[in-house]
């Protein structure tokens, strides 16, 4: 029988199996694939959050308003958002997906176009955001701890790239742009990993907890104790 070929994630219905049959041996397909949807969808999140960081950083429309040179200092503020939206959410998505692919799960990221617009607005008018871009949506029949291990994927890659950055920092110092920017970028994917790992509603930690306590509390641990360290290092998130 042939198999049926979706080339959306919309087309695809949640109780689909990605698996097949074959010599009497299931198989998935483990394969890491994308699709042109899934990139626009990449793009205008990545894109739309940058921009909504930049205002938040820059204190929104009235802080540009009282700024010298309000271009200059959007364009500054923009190279450290950019910076940390790669890091900490483009990462982290991918990270959801590339463990999803691992055991043959279907996975695309879908962006959320009114939390989106929400984190805009309230950059520009209030100078803080709210951000709620989208997510990571996975079918094929996923089991307990496959989807306690995707949801881990995600805060744990926060969790790397927060403390390496972390570790550059302190060598290299606030004294200069690239320190100031590994300090924010470390700042930034700690926060992420710690938030996201609050075992409540939608987050990763919910999920994570409900596949494996231990693993939960090693985790969110760690985030805490490395949020901490940032804390105390008076590195403030701007626009929060």
């Given amino acids: 029988m042939d198999r049926k070929v979706y080339y959306s994630f919309h087309d695809i219905p949640f109780s689909v199996d990605t698996g097949y049959y074959h010599s009497g041996y299931y198989y998935r397909n483990k394969s890491f694939s994308t699709s042109r949807t899934e990139m626009v969808h990449l793009v205008i999140s990545i894109f739309t959050l940058s921009v909504a960081f930049a205002f938040a950083i820059a ?130 994917n700690i926060f992420l990993a710690f938030f996201n790992l609050i075992p409540f509603g939608p987050l990763d930690g919910r999920k994570i907890i409900m596949w494996n306590s231990v693993v939960w509390a090693g985790m969110f641990t760690v985030s805490l104790f490395l949020l901490v360290i940032i804390m105390n290092m008076g590195i403030i998130i701007p626009g929060f």
Avoid: C, Q
């Avoid at 009235?62 to 940390?84: C, H, K, N, Q, W």
């Avoid at 890091?87 to 692919?101: D, I, P, Q, V």
């Avoid at 989106?116 to 100078?127: E, I, K, T, Y």
């Fill in 59 to 188: 204190g929104g429309i009235t802080g540009l308003y009282y700024s010298r040179d309000p271009v200059m200092e959007l364009s500054y503020s923009f190279i450290f958002s950019f910076a940390a939206i790669l890091t900490g959410f483009f990462f982290h998505e991918m990270s959801h997906k590339y463990m999803a692919s691992r055991y043959g799960l279907w996975a695309e990221y879908r962006m959320y176009p009114l939390g989106l617009m929400v984190a805009l607005l309230f950059s520009v008018l209030l100078g803080y955001t709210i951000a709620a871009p989208g997510a990571v949506n996975v079918a094929g029949g996923a089991r307990r701890f496959e989807i306690g291990r995707v949801a881990a994927a995600g805060p744990m890659a926060n969790i790397v790239i927060g403390s390496t950055f972390l570790l550059l920092y302190m060598k290299v110092g606030l004294d200069s742009i690239y320190g100031a920017i590994l300090g924010f970028v470390a700042m930034i």
